[in-house]
């Protein structure tokens, strides 16, 4: 290397020139072009191979910059082994000491040939989230931070290599040395040293280690304290390199003033970049979450929650020093969510995090008041297994109330194929300010329903004079007339009370109230022709809403009203009747005797209140804010009357139903038909339920049984398929203009049936789901799949035999929302609650309840046309093919129940869950297309790289010969 005599224009660009010397020397190695497609065809392998890209399922890249971290540091320590040693070797060195420019910039020139040549090599991975991009539904946020964590942390570690480099002139010892010292950075924050430590020190080695920064970064959130992390370290190394460099100018036998400058310098710079970091450690709120949907950042509708705080509230949590390996990387992170509630509460939350393990007195609080217990934890290592009692809860205290949560429902586990099992935050937002939610409401309520009312509600009673009354109905009335004038005083001026005689102005109320609600006279008994009213509402300006008189108890009166107060009320946790199939417990050991729902018991019970609805008695519990009927089977003619009177009241009505049930039993898949007792009921509002299935090539894979066959002999597998009747639904199948659907990435619709709506009802429809125009019908039963010769599924379009008759490919509607004005199902028949043939209206003084004949225009009907895609069995079948725990169906669910009761706000945090965005289901001939088209791109980086770097050549050698010529 010789630049000769250096002017002082030379000198501004002797950077620029190192660095074009030291990409040159590079390319001209043939070595250089090995270790670049040695790195290429690493990354590719480890996304494809080792971490099984297309059977994890998910559409991101996480597998690649996980991975980088530890690629990096062979990748950087190859690049800077010959940086300095090759000078030193090659006697070089002494000639760049004796030039008359800083050392500094010969530093830096070297830097910035390395971090060129790290870029390019980078740059070889590009294809691979531009291919799953196209493929899938890409959050490009988390991609980007990815690659710019990987810059910092490969500026790092190349600033560590060239400070190795320049101690040594043997470009081996520089591998080896630069490869540990990286090792041991990133080792400090791994969970292999951690795991010797309790959770303080394990979070302060956390923030040692580069590779827990480079993590903070790549999930995409870019924090200020990691870039600057990164970029002290950068600077750090450089300076040492700057330093060691400069003392080989001096005379080790006179130590002069200009030696103790450049050590108080040096020293100085690291004590301040230290310093530093210590510093920005405390600020918390400079950074920018880069995420599709700021899933790490606090969302408006908690700002407005925090914002109707009026007294102090207090979130602790409890985490225990030792813990569990997956669980500990997971508290920082509730930590820093945790301080983002205090810093938007702005003084008005105060947060704690305390080790109950280290203070009994609080310990013993947790588990007296508050109901908080350690729960047990197996934690093994290579030489033994252990029983560890860690507390991984957060509390949330508003003044006397208080909610809990706890491990389970903070954490969501995903597995994937030939990987260990990987511990995440579900959705802490969500559940932390529900909680808010929860104990803010009830502590300003005090138990006074009113207020949480906001429009004043009146309460209005269609009742005849008390001359037409039965005796029993005019003690009634006089009853809930006591009742209603309590209520009235406590309100506020937010309830009043109006009881109107229908028979009045000529009668014109009574023909009004029939043609808008149904509400015909009620008689007393056969043979009395006189004729009355007794009909219960409250209104505001938004809707209207009918009590049930509940056979006219005035005991119960006071239940029912508050009840149909809280419809008009926020802040109440809504309770939801989940109508479900009895289960024979013996049979469902066996996976036998129809669908189970446990998995969807819990998860509604978590957010709302629920009670189990037998709908036999004919009524549904006066509590009920939505019901909810799931998987029906042979409804009788109570049941449907219990069903189509909440319809009548206004309510929303929940239904999972379809003619068919699956069975997977023994190693074989079975098709049952399943009689609801609802079809008439149905077909009634215009809506039908086809007695076929839809089968869609845009399906879900699905671990069934399957026959395979080897000459003349048949055997049963299961295998990975992909299965036609687990239909794989994607916007614009998922409708994604609507809050039920619009941020569901995807769901597997199991088993479903096609539905119609007649158009001329007047009421509205909105569709939620729908199949992919390549989805065709079948009426077979037989629904076992089998492999074809060619590897593929037997199920195919128009093909009879397996599919039955087959109906020609076009989208079908799998669920939907009706809403409007409805007719009774029961307006001409009898009325099912009665033993003797009378009169619909008639009143007895038996306890016979009303029968309302029209609803108000806020009854609706939300239809899902499966009995299975909820159930247990199938719903593991799911989490066994995505290998994860996000299970879309109950999603859905949950998102239509938030609807349905207007919890817009709780809706829009559920929504912003950290879904896995999954991969459309291909073949495996298309999965192996994708891989080698990206090993293609790579191949043809290099090349291109090649081709430049002839050119480059090429015209050089013009140029210096085009010199000699002059």
């Given at each position: ?9 030379a ?8 660095a ?5 020397l ?6 250089a ?8 065809t ?11 890209f ?5 559409a ?7 991975w980088?971290?530890i ?5 950087c320590a ?7 040693s090759?000078e030193?070797?090659?006697g070089?060195?002494e ?7 800083g050392l500094w910039?010969?530093?830096?020139g ?11 090599a980078l740059?070889?991975?590009?294809p691979?989230?531009?291919t ?5 539904d ?10 710019v ?13 060239l ?11 520089s591998?080896?040395?630069t490869?540990?010292l990286c ?8 969970v ?6 309790d ?20 999930r995409?959130v ?6 600057f ?8 190394f450089?300076a040492l390199?700057?330093?060691?460099l ?14 103790r ?19 920005l ?8 979450d880069?995420t599709?949907g700021?899933?790490?950042?606090i ?7 925090l ?11 409890y985490?225990s020093?030792?813990?569990?390996p ?11 969510l ?6 938007a ?23 007296e ?10 934690v093994?290592?290579r ?6 009692n ?6 949330v ?13 903070l ?6 194929a030939n990987s ?5 935050l579900?959705n802490p937002?969500y559940?932390i ?5 929860d ?10 329903l ?8 009146e309460?209005i009673?269609?009742?005849s004079?008390d ?6 109905l005019?003690?009634?009335k006089k ?11 406590h309100?506020?001026?937010?309830f ?7 028979e009045s102005?000529?009668?014109d109320?009574?023909r ?13 008994s ?9 009909y219960?509402?409250?209104a505001?300006i ?5 009590l049930p008189?509940?056979?006219?108890d ?11 107060l ?17 289960v ?12 189970t729902?446990?998995?969807l018991e819990?998860v ?11 709908l ?8 009920a ?5 799931v998987a029906p ?12 009177q909440?319809?009548?009241?206004g ?14 039993s023994?190693?074989q ?7 609801s007792?609802?079809q008439?009921?149905?077909a ?10 839809v089968l869609?090539q845009?399906s ?6 399957v ?7 048949e055997f ?6 992909d299965?036609p ?5 994607r ?5 994604p203009?609507h809050p039920?659907?619009?941020n569901l990435p ?12 007649g ?7 909105t569709?939620?789901l729908?199949s ?8 077979s ?5 089998s492999?074809?010769?060619d590897?593929l ?11 039955g008759?087959?109906?020609?490919q ?9 809403q409007?004005?409805f ?10 609650l ?13 306890g016979?309840?009303s029968?309302i004949q ?9 239809l899902?046309?499966?009995n299975?895609?909820?159930?247990d069995?199938?719903?593991?079948a799911v989490?066994?093919?995505s ?5 879309g169906p109950?999603?859905l669910?949950?998102n ?5 009761l ?8 559920r929504?912003?869950?950290?879904f896995?965005?999954?991969l459309?289901?291909m073949?495996?001939?298309?999965q ?5 088209f990206?090993?293609g791109l790579?191949?043809l ?13 090429i ?7 085009k010199?000699l010529?002059?």
């Amino acid at each position: 290397m010789c630049f000769g005599r250096l002017t002082p224009v030379a000198t501004d660009s002797i950077a620029r020139r190192v660095a074009q010397k030291e990409v040159r020397l590079f390319f001209s190695s043939p070595v250089a072009w090995l270790f670049l497609a040695s790195f290429a065809t690493a990354t590719l392998f480890i996304f494809f191979w080792v971490e099984s890209f297309f059977a994890r399922n998910i559409a991101d890249i996480r597998p690649l910059f996980e991975w980088m971290p530890i690629l990096l540091i062979f990748l950087c320590a190859a690049l800077t082994m010959r940086m300095w040693s090759e000078e030193r070797r090659t006697g070089t060195l002494e000639h760049v000491m004796t030039q008359p420019v800083g050392l500094w910039r010969f530093v830096l020139g070297k830097f910035h040939a390395c971090f060129t040549l790290l870029l390019l090599a980078l740059a070889c991975t590009l294809p691979l989230p531009i291919t799953v991009g196209l493929i899938a539904d890409l959050d490009w946020g988390p991609v980007a931070t990815g690659y710019v964590a990987t810059a910092l942390l490969g500026a790092t570690y190349l600033s560590a290599g060239l400070f190795i480099s320049a101690r040594t002139d043997n470009p081996i010892v520089s591998l080896i040395g630069t490869v540990a010292l990286c090792g041991i950075l990133y080792l400090l924050g791994s969970v292999t040293l951690t795991d010797f430590f309790d959770n303080q020190v394990g979070e302060a080695l956390r923030l040692l280690g580069t590779g827990a920064r480079f993590d903070s970064i790549a999930r995409g959130v870019v924090d200020v304290r990691d870039l600057f992390y990164y970029i002290s370290l950068t600077l750090a190394f450089l300076a040492l390199n700057v330093y060691m460099l400069e003392k080989e100018r001096w005379d080790r036998a006179v130590a002069t003033a200009r030696h103790r400058h450049w050590r108080s310098a040096t020293i100085l710079l690291l004590g301040n970049l230290l310093l530093a970091n210590v510093w920005l450690d405390r600020i918390d709120w400079l950074r920018l979450d880069m995420t599709q949907g700021k899933l790490y950042s606090i969302s408006e509708p908690t700002h407005e929650f925090l914002g109707q705080l009026q007294e102090p509230l207090l979130i602790r949590g409890y985490f225990s020093a030792k813990t569990h390996p997956l669980l500990a990387p997971l508290v920082p992170q509730l930590r820093d969510l945790i301080k983002e509630y205090e810093v938007a509460g702005k003084g008005k939350v105060h947060i704690e995090f305390v080790d109950p393990m280290q203070n009994p007195e609080l310990e013993q609080e947790a588990n007296e008041r508050y109901g908080i217990t350690a729960n047990p934890f197996q934690v093994a290592d290579r030489y033994q297994s252990a029983l560890v009692n860690s507390y991984f809860n957060i509390l949330v205290r508003y003044g006397s109330e208080h909610e809990t949560l706890g491990f389970s429902d903070l954490i969501e586990v995903r597995t994937a194929a030939n990987s260990e099992a990987e511990v995440l935050l579900r959705n802490p937002e969500y559940d932390i300010t529900r909680a808010i939610k929860d104990t803010l409401y009830r502590y300003r309520m005090g138990g006074n329903l009113f207020d949480g009312i906001e429009e004043p509600v009146e309460f209005i009673a269609y009742v005849s004079s008390d001359a037409l009354l039965p005796e029993p109905l005019l003690a009634y009335k006089k009853s809930i007339e006591a009742q209603l004038q309590t209520a009235v005083r406590h309100s506020g001026g937010k309830f009043s009370v109006r009881f109107i005689e229908p028979e009045s102005r000529g009668g014109d109320v009574a023909r009004q109230i029939v043609d808008e609600w149904g509400f015909k006279p009620m008689v007393i008994s056969q043979g009395d022709d006189r004729e009355f009213f007794f009909y219960l509402t409250l209104a505001d300006i938004r809707q209207v809403v009918q009590l049930p008189t509940d056979n006219f108890d005035p005991t119960a009166f006071r239940l029912t009203l508050d009840t149909g107060l809280k419809r008009f009320a926020s802040g109440f946790t809504s309770t939801v009747a989940l109508a479900l199939p009895p289960v024979n417990q013996q049979m469902a050991r066996y996976n036998m005797g129809g669908p189970t729902f446990t998995n969807l018991e819990r998860v509604v019970a978590r957010d709302y209140s629920i009670r189990l609805e037998d709908l036999s008695d004919g009524s549904v519990t006066p509590e009920a804010d939505i019901l909810a009927v799931v998987a029906p089977h042979q409804l009788d003619e109570k049941s449907i009357f219990a069903i189509d009177q909440f319809l009548m009241r206004g309510g929303t009505v929940i239904l999972a139903t379809s003619p068919f049930t699956a069975e997977i039993s023994g190693g074989q898949l079975r098709m049952h038909d399943y009689n609801s007792g609802l079809q008439e009921w149905l077909a009634h509002h215009d809506i039908e339920i086809g007695n076929t299935l839809v089968l869609d090539q845009q399906s879900a894979a699905f671990p069934s049984p399957v026959t395979r066959r080897e000459g003349d002999y048949e055997f049963r597998d299961v295998q990975m398929i992909d299965y036609p009747y687990f239909i794989d639904l994607r916007p614009p199948g998922l409708a994604p203009q609507h809050p039920v659907t619009g941020n569901l990435p995807q769901l597997t619709m199991a088993w479903a049936s096609p539905i119609t709506v007649g158009k001329d009802s007047g009421r509205r429809v909105t569709e939620l789901l729908e199949s992919s125009a390549n989805s065709w019908l079948s009426d077979s039963m037989e629904i076992m799949p089998s492999l074809g010769p060619d590897g593929l599924s037997s199920f195919r379009p128009g093909k009879p035999g397996v599919n039955g008759n087959a109906i020609a490919q076009a989208d079908e509607y799998l669920g939907l929302i009706v809403q409007g004005r409805f007719d009774s199902f029961f307006a001409d028949k009898t009325h099912p609650l009665n033993s003797t043939e009378q009169d619909p209206q008639m009143y007895d003084g038996s306890g016979v309840t009303s029968l309302i004949q029209h609803s108000p225009e806020a009854a609706r009907i939300v239809l899902y046309a499966s009995n299975d895609f909820m159930d247990d069995q199938i719903l593991n079948a799911v989490v066994t093919a995505s290998g994860t725990q996000y299970l879309g169906p109950l999603e859905l669910f949950m998102n239509t129940l938030d609807w349905a009761l207007q919890d817009d706000q709780l809706l829009q945090i559920r929504s912003r869950a950290h879904f896995n965005r999954t991969l459309p289901p291909m073949e495996r001939r298309v999965q192996a297309l994708i891989e080698y088209f990206n090993y293609g791109l790579a191949v043809l980086w290099l090349v291109l790289l090649a081709i430049a770097h002839w050119l480059r050549k090429i015209l050089r050698r013009r140029r210096y010969a085009k010199g000699l010529a002059l």
